[in-house]
């Protein structure tokens, strides 16, 4: 059968602009609603995407500030005097004990 003209009934399903379609309308009402639907849950999806990374960034950014303020953090001159000062103290006591252990060993 070397060729042989293609004949229009051997291929059924032939498109063109004088051509008709008929689908039952369950189908084409399926069709639409699962398009919709797949639609509204596409932006729902990509929406709640968008606020949870919006949120990821500002705990980000409170975050940071929280780091830095940390790192840059120092007591206020009263409290470095008071430090200061107990250290001396702490250093006096240990020469009292030492004093005292050595008069006792007397």
């Known amino acids: 059968?070397?060729?042989?003209?293609?004949?229009?009934e051997d291929h059924p399903l032939t498109l063109g602009a004088d051509k008709h379609i008929s689908v039952?309308?369950?189908?084409?009402?399926s069709i639409v609603v699962a398009t919709s639907v797949a639609t509204i849950l596409y932006f729902?999806?990509?929406s709640r995407l968008d606020k949870l990374e919006y949120d990821r960034d500002l705990i980000a950014i409170e975050v940071e500030e929280n780091d830095?303020?940390?790192?840059?953090?120092?007591?206020?001159?009263?409290?470095?005097?008071?430090?200061?000062?107990?250290?001396?103290?702490?250093?006096?006591?240990?020469?009292?004990?030492?004093?005292?252990?050595?008069?006792?060993?007397?």
């Not at 059968?1 to 229009?8: G, I, T």
């Open 24 to 29: 039952p309308i369950s189908s084409l009402i």
């Open 44 to 46: 729902q999806v990509t």
């Open 68 to 106: 830095s303020w940390i790192d840059n953090f120092a007591p206020p001159p009263a409290v470095q005097d008071t430090v200061q000062r107990v250290r001396e103290l702490e250093k006096e006591l240990l020469i009292m004990k030492y004093d005292l252990q050595r008069l006792k060993a007397e």
């Open 1 to 8: 059968m070397p060729n042989q003209p293609v004949k229009e």
